[in-house]
């Protein structure tokens, strides 16, 4: 009996002991990137805020929106990893031109499709966390639909939301255009990021996240 006890305690131990798992969904904005390009983003330098408590799976690929997110099983991956939070950041693939694949329209479709992605985290025993597009370094701001439509989801469903539109554009307004310019993949690039850039943007995700989500805090370095 006394065996049995401690057997039940070992697991119990065991599975106490389980790293908590965060999955992160989107774009080029988010996904890893090898040593051998210049290109980074801001997925890839979260797992450096944690402790080995917790394990974060970057699944952000590029080019990616919603609606193939989705169509291409990245999500269902996403759900096969058994995650406790699913951070989620799309809309710069979804406001392409119309007669791409990958558009997805802000006030119809892209909202759905967040709907699903919320209700299917949830049914799995996760926590998803919305997070909007961050800005893009442009005069006209064509996210700025996507971010409107996932902020009355984020409403109406109930869900955590981390505005990272918003807070992007703060940075890049304080920063100045020419330190700003500094944080791009390429001089002619105005969305994506080097090292630099997705080290700032991570940090302003990292700011946001322990507070929406309270769990992490005991994890953080």
């Keep these: 009996m006394k065996l049995i006890c401690f057997l039940l305690l070992l697991g119990i131990t065991t599975t106490a002991q389980q790293p908590l798992r965060l999955v992160i969904c989107g774009d080029s904005t988010v996904a890893d990137y090898p040593e051998t390009t210049h290109q980074r983003g801001w997925g890839q330098y979260i797992q450096g805020y944690f ?15 919603t609606k193939t997110f989705l169509k291409e099983g990245l999500w269902a991956k996403a759900l096969a990893l058994k995650p406790d939070i699913i951070l989620i950041q799309f809309g ?106 997705a080290i700032a943007i991570a940090a302003l995700v990292m700011k946001e996240l322990p507070v929406l989500d309270p769990r992490l805090k005991p994890d953080l370095r």
């Design 92 to 197: 710069h693939n979804d406001s392409h031109d119309p007669k791409l694949p990958e558009a997805t329209n802000a006030a119809t479709d892209y909202p759905n499709y967040l709907r699903q992605f919320i209700d299917e985290a949830r049914a799995a025993g996760a926590t998803p966390i919305l997070i909007t597009p961050v800005q893009r370094r442009t005069k006209v701001d064509s996210l700025l639909p996507y971010v409107e439509a996932m902020k009355k989801v984020a409403a109406e469903k109930r869900v955590p939301l981390l505005d990272l539109h918003a807070s992007s554009g703060r940075l890049y307004s304080e920063l100045g255009e020419a330190e700003t310019a500094k944080l791009e993949a390429a001089g002619s690039d105005h969305t994506h990021f080097n090292e630099a850039g």
């Design 51 to 65: 402790k080995d408590s917790v394990r974060v799976f970057n699944l952000a690929k590029n080019g990616r929106s």
